[in-house]
DNA sequence: ATTATAATTAGACACGTGTTCAATAAAATC
DNA sequence: GATTTTATTGAACACGTGTCTAATTATAAT
């Protein structure tokens, strides 16, 4: 049994006017009255399909979200050395987010739930652990390894929200540069 | 010149009632028109003083945020070892958000706007930053440098969040511990 | 104590929210 | 094509939002 073709239109309808209002007005600023009068759906419709404004813009997030893990996946040059390796993960999320900057520049907003922030962690977290259990042959307890990881995966984002604060004036080439010299940094702390 | 009486008792009695409701419901429940009436203030009246819920609700992150400020300045045994060194600096905001564990449940909330996040990152990023300058003698620009503290902030800060989704489950000694071990860890990345 | 200043108030306004209802229209099933 | 099923609709409801007035009251200044 396949969806409603109602369904199917209502949905389109709003997503179309989400993303025609998101040109002019900042997403906290859109009502659901406003969406519904764009769309030609009556408001309790919306209702019928989603919570709230966030809860349709979520399903917007879910494409961008499958779009880096399709990313993520395609294949590339794997070597043996680790730096060059992480390198070319995360560098494939730099340009990712470069690609969809209108969108991260929403989700990185200070007005946005951090439940945005927190499916981008969930998505680089899940390639963090990949890249750390492949390559890490030191055997650690996993509750040390669930903080190992966001405690990286979190410093990739750390670069992301400097990124995002200096408006992404900062090329990818140069944000590369400067990933490989804080991977290969004589850390103060050590 | 001194604040008005009657502008002190406004304010003190929204956060009040304020304080009272958090106990009983989440943050983002919490309607303006309901603070009102707890605290007996006409709502035109908020309107003088605060934007919004969130608007009252960033005075109290400010008193919070103080304390970290403070907690951070007090003397303690400062050692030459550098490790040792971030070691403490952490350790003290690793106690903090303990001490404040009621407060930070809110603040890394799915629903919660990522400002105030965002103020806890600006706050540990200047204490990041005074611990790198000091004890970093290599010279890197500015710009490097950016990119170097936002990370190595949000890497710390990545510990809190694996700390809040584990309900601060795991005892500070351990974290203190986990935190020792990721520093001196010969990173998979290296 | 009197006066000047400024905060607070009640009331109203148009609009948004979230929910419910019976009526209708569109799609799926037979 | 007729029938059943289900999504959508419009209307209404109580409540919240943000803004504005004029009247009142508390505080500060004299």
Chains 1, 2 share one sequence.
Request: glycine residues 2%.
């Amino acid at each position: 049994m396949k969806k409603d073709l109602r369904v199917i239109k209502t949905q389109e309808s709003l997503r179309k006017a989400l993303f025609t209002l998101l040109k002019t007005k900042p997403l906290e600023t859109i009502t659901i009255a406003e969406l519904c009068r764009l769309a030609r759906i009556n408001r309790g419709t919306f209702y019928l399909h989603y919570k709230d404004v966030h809860h349709l813009f979520k399903s917007y997030v879910e494409v961008i979200v499958e779009d880096l893990k399709l990313s993520y996946r395609e294949p590339y040059n794997k070597t043996n050395n680790n730096i060059k390796f992480i390198k070319a993960d995360m560098i494939r999320i730099f340009h990712h987010v470069n690609n969809y900057r209108d969108f991260y520049q929403i989700v990185f907003d200070e007005h946005i739930p951090m439940m945005y922030f927190y499916m981008l962690f969930d998505t680089v977290r899940s390639f963090m652990k990949e890249s750390i259990d492949d390559y890490t042959f030191e055997k650690v307890s996993s509750v040390q390894m669930d903080y190992y990881i966001s405690y990286q995966t979190n410093a990739i984002l750390g670069m992301l929200i400097e990124w995002h604060r200096q408006d992404y004036s900062t090329p990818i080439k140069e944000l590369n540069e400067q990933l490989l010299e804080i991977l290969t940094f004589k850390s103060p702390f050590r």
